[in-house]
């Protein structure tokens, strides 16, 4: 489970009321009490689901989150869509929240009855007009097939040999070349918002289409629970808002990148992961406008102990910890260091 939250037995009443019920056109689903309820049922007028969404509008508020799962094609087994609708005015901890149990609320619902999973933030996108513009978007941004993939594939990494490590990095510089699923951009840009004080954002790649996507957030993180809370068995990206620097002396809160890497992940995702670092830091910096305090590079998660997290992180300014020497050296560079174990010197 993304959020420790689960579908409660109402929820699951009422979608299938949903299903069999000629008469309803959506259900919209809150989280309460740790758990996923519904709250609003929305009538069948027109044969068209465009022509209902309008219904939605009274609804839905500018600082609350909900789940909307929509009947777009009656009769059809996978004919509903499930919709977060995250506004950008709702409470921090709300959008988190909501971000990460979005894949839960589909899996335990049946994620084999959702033909469309969307993540929106204005109201406007929940209208006819909102829809087609969706619509006309994925179009365009219509999958290539596994053989186009991987042609494309060769192709993309016969041009990097030719033109060298050197135009690899200018590459990066110019754009982020990576899928990001639904709400990595919104999970990684509330450990920015004021008050934001030891949220553990967890990433992973969604293989074999390695979309980078939303794994977990956890709040109220201790440091030095980081390490046990970070998946140990499988690759992950972490960005951990330490709790002792967010706004205490006017530089905001400070973001650890955290890359860890087990020696037994398989071959493929060792290489993804340790390509797709790079790229990941871009999205949480320019996608979502975090300032990266330091960057950790880790083969097992008890390596990042609390010293290692603190170190160089509670002065002002940003700093990351020195690969040689172990110790603290201010700067904002973009490397990675590699904490020592624990017992050696």
């Given at each position: 489970m993304q959020s420790g939250i689960s579908a409660s037995q109402d929820l699951h009443n009422a979608f299938n009321n949903l299903v069999s019920?000629?008469?309803?056109?959506?259900?919209?689903?809150?989280?309460?009490?740790?758990?996923?309820?519904p709250s609003t049922t929305i009538p069948l007028t027109n044969d068209n689901f465009t022509s209902d969404l309008q219904q939605l509008q009274e609804h839905l508020s500018a600082t609350k989150a909900t789940y909307i799962l929509l009947k777009t094609h009656p009769g059809e087994a996978d004919g509903y869509?499930?919709?977060?609708?995250?506004?950008?005015?709702?409470?921090?901890?709300?959008?988190?929240?909501f971000a990460s149990t979005r894949l839960t609320l589909v899996r335990e619902l049946g994620?084999?009855?959702?033909?469309?999973?969307?993540?929106?933030?204005?109201?406007?996108?929940?209208?006819?007009?909102?829809?087609?513009?969706?619509?006309?978007?994925?179009?365009?941004?219509?999958p290539l097939t596994e053989e186009e993939s991987g042609l494309q594939?060769?192709?993309?990494?016969?041009?990097?040999?030719?033109?060298?490590?050197?135009?690899?990095?200018?590459?990066?510089?110019?754009?982020?070349?990576?899928?990001v699923g639904e709400g990595v951009v919104e999970a990684l840009g509330g450990l920015k918002e004021e008050g934001c004080k030891g949220t553990l954002v967890q990433l992973k790649y969604?293989?074999?289409?390695?979309?980078?996507?939303?794994?977990?957030?956890?709040?109220?993180?201790?440091?030095?629970?980081?390490?046990?809370?970070?998946?140990?068995?499988?690759?992950?990206?972490?960005?951990?808002?330490?709790?002792?620097?967010?706004?205490d002396d006017g530089a905001g809160t400070r973001v650890v990148f955290i890359y860890t890497c087990p020696t037994n992940s398989k071959i493929k995702e060792r290489m993804i992961y340790s390509t797709?670092?790079?790229?990941?830091?871009?999205?949480?910096?320019?996608g979502?406008?975090?300032?990266?305090?330091?960057?950790?590079?880790?083969?097992?998660t008890s390596e990042i102990t609390a010293d290692v997290l603190n170190e160089g992180v509670s002065v002002a300014g940003t700093a990351r910890v020195g690969q040689d020497s172990g110790k603290a050296t201010p700067g904002g560079s973009s490397g990675f260091a590699r904490p020592k174990r624990p017992g050696r010197r």
């Open positions: 019920s000629p008469d309803q056109r959506a259900l919209l689903a809150s989280i309460e009490s740790e758990s996923l309820v869509a499930a919709i977060s609708f995250v506004p950008n005015a709702a409470p921090v901890r709300q959008k988190m929240l994620i084999e009855r959702f033909r469309q999973t969307i993540f929106a933030t204005e109201k406007s996108e929940l209208t006819a007009a909102g829809w087609a513009r969706h619509e006309a978007s994925e179009k365009v941004d219509a594939g060769v192709k993309d990494a016969e041009a990097r040999e030719a033109q060298g490590t050197g135009a690899r990095r200018g590459h990066v510089t110019s754009r982020v070349d990576v899928k969604i293989l074999p289409d390695e979309t980078l996507q939303l794994d977990s957030t956890t709040d109220e993180l201790a440091v030095e629970d980081v390490a046990r809370t970070i998946e140990a068995k499988e690759p992950r990206y972490s960005f951990y808002s330490h709790p002792s620097t967010a706004g797709g670092k790079s790229w990941t830091r871009t999205v949480a910096e320019r979502a406008g975090l300032t990266i305090a330091k960057s950790l590079e880790a083969t097992e």
